[in-house]
């Protein structure tokens, strides 16, 4: 493992535990609340050492890219469909952002396919953490649908703007975010917060979802700019981190493959709850 790998994980290993509630930011027009779902920065499991030298996550799983002054993250994936006859009352989050792999903010905007009850329910969202969680109910979601995202940077602004290509909807948000480092960007599969103790819920059972150009047919996802590199998650050679999701207790929950040939896509395959 190089220097710099062992050395960012390390810095991880030190972070503490975030799981704070989610506020409520005022609904508008074309927003909603959603105040029971938090996406909140990476929480490694254990020291997050693996003997490939990937990452082990209890609530993350994908790829993060590190480095510094990053000003655009895009992806794109396909909306996957949810059992919840075989998971009911769980929850499952996609998405693409800037910050939180080793920072305590998280400039993001995604969809979720989650199971209240046993009753699928999809939506598209923005966070910019730790500020809650936001249902953007402009952009209707189906399963199936091809999601088109991005988060940029520019003059002390956060912008997110994600759009349904399946439909045509699309929306934009900006925002400044007090504290952002832009040391990081990721393209997740998520299982979101907060139980009532604060911890991380249970992960829906959603098959597998495809993210990237070679999936999506959107071009230009999923890539990242920061100060020294502007490319596809592959650019950034040793500074690429496979996460896989595991409970508290070790159980395998959701799992990356390795990257397409272009070095843009890859998939996330549930495991379990």
């Given at each position: 493992m190089s220097s710099r790998k062992l050395a960012t994980l390390l810095l991880l290993a030190a972070l503490p535990a975030v799981a704070q509630q989610a506020t409520r930011p005022a609904a508008s027009p074309t927003t909603a609340a959603l105040a029971p779902?938090?996406?909140a920065p990476m929480r490694l499991h254990g020291n997050g050492l693996t003997p490939t030298g990937s990452v082990e996550s209890e609530n993350w799983s994908g790829y993060a890219v590190t480095g510094s002054a990053f000003t655009v993250a895009s992806g794109s994936w396909t909306v996957p469909t949810v059992n919840c006859s075989k998971t009911p009352s769980?929850?499952?989050?996609?998405w693409v952002g800037i910050d939180g792999y080793s920072s305590s903010t998280v400039e993001q905007t995604g969809t979720d396919s989650d199971c209240s009850g046993s009753t699928a329910r999809y939506y598209a969202w923005y966070e910019f953490y730790p500020a809650g969680s936001v249902v953007i109910s402009s952009v209707p979601v189906s399963p199936g649908n091809k999601?088109?995202?991005s988060v940029t940077y520019s003059g002390s602004e956060f912008t997110i703007t994600i759009k349904n290509v399946t439909?045509?909807?699309s929306y934009s948000k900006s925002s400044r975010v007090s504290g952002a480092q832009r040391t990081s960007a990721e393209w997740i599969a998520e299982a979101p917060c907060c139980t009532r103790s604060g911890g991380i819920l249970p992960l829906s059972d959603f098959g597998t979802?495809?993210?990237g150009d070679d999936y999506t047919s959107v071009s230009g996802t999923n890539d990242a700019t920061d100060g020294a590199i502007s490319g596809p998650i592959s650019s950034y050679g040793s500074s690429v981190y496979s996460i896989t999701m595991v409970s508290s207790g070790g159980a395998t929950e959701a799992v990356p493959s390795s990257l397409t040939g272009d070095g843009t896509s890859f998939d996330v395959v549930w495991k379990s709850e």
């Open positions: 779902r938090q996406h769980t929850y499952s989050s996609f999601m088109s995202a439909t045509g909807k979802v495809y993210l």
